[in-house]
C-alpha cells in the first residue's frame, strides 16, 4: 500500500505509513501524491487540515529494532578496534554539540578531531558581539513573524532570556559551551531513538531503523562507560585531569571549576561524572514518551509553527 502523504511503499495489510506515520484508516479520501501535484492546494487551508500522527505503541517488532540495535552495540564495544573506529561518531557529535552553542553565544568555532591527543577537539574564537547581536535579531525577527501567536512568543520569549543570561556573561558562556558536548550526544541518542521507533525520517526504515537504534545505544554506551570510568578508575581520572597535553582543561573539569569559583558548589570531577551518567541515561525514557504520546507532540509543534493563534 503506497501512503498517500509521502509515497512510501508499505505492506498491504499496514495500518499506517513506516516513515510518517499517517494513519490509513483515517485518509483513505486522501489522493495519492501524483495526483496532489497537479492540482494547487487551496490557500484557506490550515496546518489543522493535515493528516493527524496516531500515538505510538511498542510492541514485537519496536522491540525487536531496539534488542537488535543494542545486542550490535553491545558487540561493538567488546571489539576494541571497532569500538575505535564508531567512537569517531561519538566525538563528531561531541564537538558540533560545542561548536554550535559557541555560535550561538557569539563565539566563532570550528570542530574537528584531535589526531594528538584523541577524541575531539573546537577551536573557539574570542566573543564577537556583532554575532550575538545578529543572534538577538534572528530572535526579534522571529517574534514579529509569529506577533500574532501568544504561545509561540511565550516560547521564543522564555528562549531568549535563557540565551541573554547566558551570553551577557564570560564564565556562563564558557560553562554553557563546556557542557554542549556531552548534552548533544544525549539529544542526538533521544532523537535517534525515536527515530528508530517511529520509523519517521528514514529512506528505507527496515534496514535504517535498526542501525538507529544501535547508533543511539552506542552513543549512550560510550557515555556511560566513560562517565563510570571517570569515577571508578583513578588512572583514568588522573589522565583526564592533565586535559589536552597538560594545557587545556577537559569539559568537566571546567564545569567543575566553574560551579567551585561562582556558585560555591564543589562536586569535583568525579561529581560532574556523576551527573553525566545519570544525564546518559534520560534518552531511552524520552524517546519512548515521545513515541506513545507523539500525537499530542504534533498538534502542539503545528498550534506552534502558525502565524496566528
Known amino acids: 500500500m503506497n501512503c498517500a502523504k509521502c509515497g512510501f511503499a508499505n505492506a498491504p495489510e499496514a495500518t499506517e505509513c513506516a516513515r510518517c506515520g499517517i494513519v490509513f484508516g483515517k485518509n483513505r479520501s486522501v489522493a495519492p501524491p501524483a495526483a ?8 484557506s487551508a490550515a496546518p489543522h487540515d493535515e493528516p493527524e500522527i496516531s500515538d505510538g505503541r511498542i510492541g514485537r517488532k519496536e522491540l525487536t529494532i531496539l534488542g537488535t540495535g543494542f545486542a550490535a552495540a553491545i558487540v561493538a564495544h567488546a571489539i576494541p578496534f571497532v569500538r575505535f573506529m564508531f567512537s569517531a ?25 584531535d589526531f594528538v591527543y584523541g577524541g575531539g577537539f573546537t577551536n573557539t574564537s574570542q566573543f564577537h558581539l556583532s554575532i550575538a547581536i545578529a543572534i538577538a535579531a534572528g530572535f526579534a525577527y522571529a517574534a514579529w513573524l509569529f506577533r500574532r501567536n501568544p504561545k ?58 535498526p542501525l538507529g537504534a544501535f547508533a ?70 524520552i524517546a519512548i514518551v515521545w513515541y506513545l504520546n507523539r500525537s499530542r507532540w504534533h498538534r502542539m509543534g503545528r498550534v506552534l509553527l502558525q502565524f496566528e493563534s
Open 152 to 209: 509561540t512568543l511565550a516560547v521564543l520569549g522564555a528562549i531568549f532570556l535563557i540565551w541573554l543570561v547566558l551570553v551577557s556573561s564570560d564564565w556562563r558562556r564558557e560553562t554553557a559551551i563546556s557542557a554542549a558536548g556531552h548534552a548533544a550526544e544525549v539529544i542526538f541518542a533521544a532523537i535517534l531513538f525515536y527515530q528508530a521507533l517511529s520509523g519517521v525520517g528514514w529512506r528505507i526504515p527496515e534496514i535504517e531503523r
Open 216 to 285: 543511539a545505544f552506542f552513543v549512550q554506551i560510550q557515555t556511560m562507560r566513560f562517565a563510570w570510568q571517570l569515577f571508578h578508575d583513578p588512572d583514568v581520572l588522573a589522565v583526564y585531569r592533565e586535559g589536552k597535553g597538560g594545557a587545556l582543561m577537559n569539559d568537566l573539569e571546567v564545569l567543575a571549576l566553574n560551579l567551585h569559583i561562582y556558585l560555591g558548589i564543589t562536586p569535583g570531577i568525579e561529581g560532574m561524572a556523576k551527573v553525566l551518567f545519570l544525564f546518559s541515561l534520560i534518552p531511552i525514557p
Open 36 to 43: 496532489l501535484s497537479r492540482r494547487r492546494p487551496p490557500e
Open 89 to 113: 561518531l561519538v566525538s563528531l557529535l561531541h564537538e558540533f554539540g560545542h561548536a554550535i552553542v559557541a555560535w550561538l553565544l557569539g563565539h566563532p568555532a570550528i570542530p574537528a578531531f
